[in-house]
């Protein structure tokens, strides 16, 4: 599976728009790029995923570049219980597909 | 979303004592579930993949004599982890994959964990 990178922490203001980025430029043409988050002691919670066309759903919206080679997971109107662990993770589909977590993006949301 | 409950969630237990970790989807079937370890301020470590009705597939460095898996159901896998010593202390998680249809998407919906203290 292709790796990916995100920056290890980003802040943003409550009500705001948090773009977090993901680059996977090793992806190849049947790998998915997928989206979890873990808040803290919990487990990790499925938000969103895509091939190549943006995708929207009722927790966040998925930017995949034309390219495929960079994505941004776009929470619209962050809250402070969005405060946790983004990880962007990239793999197959199939049988024998399985995740492999990275470091992630910690997101503090702030007052 | 698919719910994967996980129990206990918070378990003490004295070194070479067994541990068993339950896990089940309770919405849906699950022929694939996974178990992942997490240490502190350290990510998910795939630990062993759970097939329902056939033998785990362990990650590369785990043991499976130690942490045996037991998938016999479509709703329930479960991790032992048998003589349990310090080191062992961690997080466990498990997951369930969601099919959608011909294809096995990799959305898997986790539990809420297992905090396993070994004294």
């Known amino acids: 599976d292709a790796k990916t990178t995100q920056p290890p922490s980003m802040d943003c203001a409550e009500g705001r728009a948090a773009n977090l980025p993901c680059n996977h430029s090793?992806?190849?043409?049947?790998?998915?790029v997928y989206w979890y988050r873990q808040i803290h002691s919990q487990g990790p919670q499925y938000i969103i995923h895509g091939l190549k066309n943006n995708e929207t759903n009722e927790m966040a919206s998925l930017i995949i570049t034309e390219d495929r080679k960079s994505s941004t997971l776009i929470l619209p109107h962050a809250t402070l219980r969005d405060t946790a662990v983004y990880y962007c993770i990239v793999g197959n589909t199939g049988t024998a597909s399985k995740l492999t977590f990275g470091t992630g993006t910690r997101l503090q949301v702030t007052l | 979303g698919a719910v994967v409950s996980q129990h206990p969630s918070w378990v003490i237990c004295k070194s070479g004592t067994s541990v068993k970790i339950e896990c089940r989807s309770l919405?849906?079937?699950?022929?694939?579930m996974f178990w992942y370890r997490q240490f502190p301020k350290q990510s998910l470590m795939l630990m062993a993949t759970?097939?329902?009705?056939?033998?785990?597939?362990?990650e590369q460095g785990v043991e499976k004599d130690k942490f045996l898996i037991n998938h016999a159901s479509l709703t329930l896998s479960t991790l032992t982890v048998t003589s349990a010593h310090p080191e062992d202390s961690s997080f466990y998680i498990c997951?369930?994959?969601?099919?959608?249809?011909?294809?096995?998407?990799?959305?898997?919906?986790f539990g809420a964990g297992t905090r396993l203290s070994v004294l």
């Open positions: 759970s097939n329902e009705g056939s033998k785990a597939t362990y």
């Open positions: 997951s369930a994959r969601v099919v959608q249809g011909r294809v096995a998407k990799n959305i898997q919906y």
């Open positions: 919405d849906f079937q699950a022929t694939t």
């Open positions: 090793t992806i190849s043409g049947n790998e998915y």
